[in-house]
């Protein structure tokens, strides 16, 4: 006759060191399940761990070197083994002893002499709690892989529209390339510094600080907006040109809520931007622009910028000037404690001017890149004229 099928068929464990018990509990399961037996402790946690770990253990408690509560208690502290159900076969019928095996993580607890019916009935119960707790858990597990799947979709997807968009002003402005990479790092370096400040720790987590890098290169998006014989003017601005250069905060804002507009929703992740791209030019004494905004009145958000885009337009050379030493940049940076900047901004950049000096350098233009603007400036001259 051939040898029963067992595929499919639940797995118990039995632990007894009596070896009549381990029969009378083969004997027990063996029509309904597949039966595996240990005489020891150290022998069950092997089976436990292996390959084919079983479905439920039938655990006694009285047993030499190892008691079944010590191996129930290594059971539930191994990873591998702590969702296998323990159901306490014993002798010891104390409350004192029921309370201590269900307290280290056993599920159920059967006193001898056993009623068959009775042992048979809980095990069932308890595989097909079991069954569903494993298929939860995978539901979870596989919901959980989607979840992080769609979030990375969607953080890909922000970060190629922020992309796209600080693209578009490179396109449009000179002076922006690696200006746009200086000032992100700037602006996280201070937002990290900051980040313990009792102002501004309620608002500089890793989440924020990580929105605030990608949001950074946005703040002069505006200025695609603005006429070529302003943008690219090698020389000071003149009264009436200054006016319409300093609309490119409003421009930059309006165009970023414009695609909102067009998504027909309000996206979280383009408030910071719209903050940085219409407050940057704010002054903590009330004198900047577009809107006067002084103190804490000006987000956070554009505070940081302000810092960071003055410095690098100081430091940074230009076809038509000179860039600033690092050192005259932060005594002006300094000397606008207060006035143009958020006086513990200021004392953040000025604990961190080194680091600084080490994006400057890292980032800096190239002559390659002095050459590209030179001929730029060239072409919009020669069609001037």
């Known amino acids: 006759m051939d040898a029963p099928d067992l595929s499919g068929r639940p797995t118990i464990l039995v632990v007894d060191n009596t070896p009549d018990n381990l029969i009378l509990m083969s004997d027990l399961l063996t029509g309904d399940y597949q039966v595996k037996v240990a005489n020891g402790g150290e022998r069950a946690l092997a089976i436990a761990t292996s390959d084919s770990p079983p479905d439920l253990i039938l655990l006694d408690i009285m047993m030499p070197a190892m008691d079944g509560y010590e191996v129930c208690r290594r059971l539930k502290c191994d990873d591998r083994t702590t969702d296998i159900p323990v159901i306490f076969l014993t002798a010891k019928s104390e409350e004192e002893d029921e309370k201590k095996g269900l307290e280290l993580g056993a599920v159920d607890y059967i006193t001898k002499p056993i009623s068959p019916s009775i042992v048979m009935a809980r095990v069932k119960n308890h595989l097909a709690l079991k069954t569903m707790a494993d298929f939860l858990r995978d539901q979870n597990e596989f919901l959980k892989i989607e979840v992080d799947k769609r979030t990375q979709a969607l953080v890909a997807i922000q970060d190629v529209t922020i992309q796209t968009m600080a693209s578009l002003a490179e396109t449009r402005d000179s002076d922006t390339g690696n200006h746009i990479r200086r000032t992100q790092f700037y602006v996280k370096a201070m937002a990290e510094r900051l980040r313990r400040h009792p102002r501004f720790g309620w608002f500089l987590n890793d989440a924020n600080i990580d929105m605030l890098f990608k949001s950074a290169p946005l703040h002069d998006i505006g200025k695609v907006g603005i006429p070529d014989h302003i943008l690219l003017k090698p020389g000071r601005f003149e009264p009436h040109e200054f006016e319409i250069m300093k609309t490119h905060t409003t421009l930059g804002r309006d165009a970023i809520e414009h695609a909102e507009h067009q998504l027909g929703m309000n996206v979280e992740f383009l408030t910071m931007a719209k903050e940085i791209a219409l407050s940057h030019q704010e002054k903590w004494d009330g004198s900047g622009y577009?809107?006067?905004?002084?103190?804490?009145?000006?987000?956070?958000?554009?505070?940081?910028?302000?810092?960071?885009?003055?410095?690098?337009?100081?430091?940074?050379?230009?076809?038509?000037?000179?860039?600033?030493?690092?050192?005259?940049?932060?005594?002006?940076?300094?000397?606008?404690?207060?006035?143009?900047?958020?006086?513990?901004?200021?004392?953040?950049?000025?604990?961190?001017?080194?680091?600084?000096?080490?994006?400057?350098?890292?980032?800096?233009?190239?002559?390659?890149?002095?050459?590209?603007?030179?001929?730029?400036?060239d072409r919009l001259a020669g069609a001037g004229g």
Do not use: C, W
Not at 354 to 360: D, K, L
């Open 290 to 377: 577009p809107q006067g905004l002084a103190g804490e009145a000006i987000p956070l958000s554009a505070r940081l910028m302000a810092i960071a885009d003055v410095y690098d337009a100081l430091i940074s050379r230009r076809v038509y000037k000179a860039g600033m030493p690092h050192e005259k940049a932060v005594a002006i940076i300094v000397e606008g404690r207060g006035t143009h900047f958020d006086p513990d901004m200021v004392d953040a950049f000025t604990e961190l001017q080194n680091e600084f000096r080490a994006i400057a350098k890292r980032y800096a233009d190239s002559d390659q890149d002095m050459a590209k603007k030179k001929e730029q400036l």
